[in-house]
């Protein structure tokens, strides 16, 4: 599997330069800043995570006090947030490492495929703190299958969406959702990529334990191959 993450991390370098934005928006701008959400950020060690309000007015706090309307991070980063919800925080190891990008911007923003593929699976994973509706697309470059996850969506944009639909590079998939809806959530989009899905269907894990950080490392590259924000480089 090392070579296989390897190997996909090798395409994905090599195809940065022509693959489209995966959200109407610039990532590149002066407007967006990284965001910190370790243990490190004392204001989120102050405020009620659980209470999703309080929750999405600190995020707007950390953008504004970066002059900045969104923020973008998070890739292997060790959060302590999701202790807010039962459905991470476990009695044997806590799952803190998160294993995909977020970048935190308004509800509503359009959610497009950056490269063709089809539609691999969706669902609404609907538990407090989850990913509610989510989408994921199944891609080939170079001989090699692999699949990109989007979460935290509208919930409209499952109407009809169906197993295998083909989409194209630059086609709206959905819109980044509002919360509750959004699995409870500051509205922001979490873009994934996995080398394999391991026969799981409308879900795969965003988060994983510290010790588990190896095996991760191989199963999802660096998202930020294919997002090409500088913010992150």
């Not at 476990?90 to 490269?115: K, M, N, Q």
């Not at 692999?146 to 499952?158: A, I």
């Not at 190896?214 to 480089?233: F, G, K, Q, S």
């Amino acid at each position: 599997m090392l070579n296989t993450e390897k190997k996909l991390s090798e395409i994905l370098g090599r195809h940065t330069v022509a693959f489209g934005p995966v959200l109407d928006a610039d990532l590149n701008g002066e407007h967006v800043c990284r965001l910190d959400f370790t243990a490190a950020n004392e204001l989120l060690q102050q405020t009620d995570l659980r209470n999703t309000d309080t929750f999405n007015d600190a995020v707007n706090q950390m953008l504004q006090e970066r002059n900045a309307t969104i923020g973008v991070g998070g890739y292997m980063e060790n959060r302590f947030i999701y202790r807010r919800s039962q459905h991470f925080d476990v009695a044997e190891e806590s799952r803190d490492l998160h294993l995909g990008i977020d970048v935190w911007l308004p509800a509503g923003t359009a959610v497009l495929a950056p490269l063709d593929g089809r539609v691999h699976s969706f669902a609404d994973n609907a538990n407090f703190g989850d990913y509610g509706p989510t989408i994921i697309l199944e891609h080939e470059l170079e001989g090699v299958t692999f699949y990109t996850l989007y979460g935290h969506l509208n919930r409209g944009c499952l109407d009809g969406l169906s197993v295998g639909k083909e989409v194209r590079k630059g086609d709206k998939i959905a819109e980044v959702g509002p919360y509750p809806e959004n699995g409870d959530w500051p509205p922001h989009l979490h873009f994934q990529v996995m080398c394999a899905m391991d026969g799981k269907v409308g879900d795969y894990p965003g988060v994983a334990r510290l010790s588990e950080q190896a095996v991760y490392e191989a199963l999802c590259p660096d998202p930020n191959l294919i997002l090409n924000c500088r913010h992150l480089a």
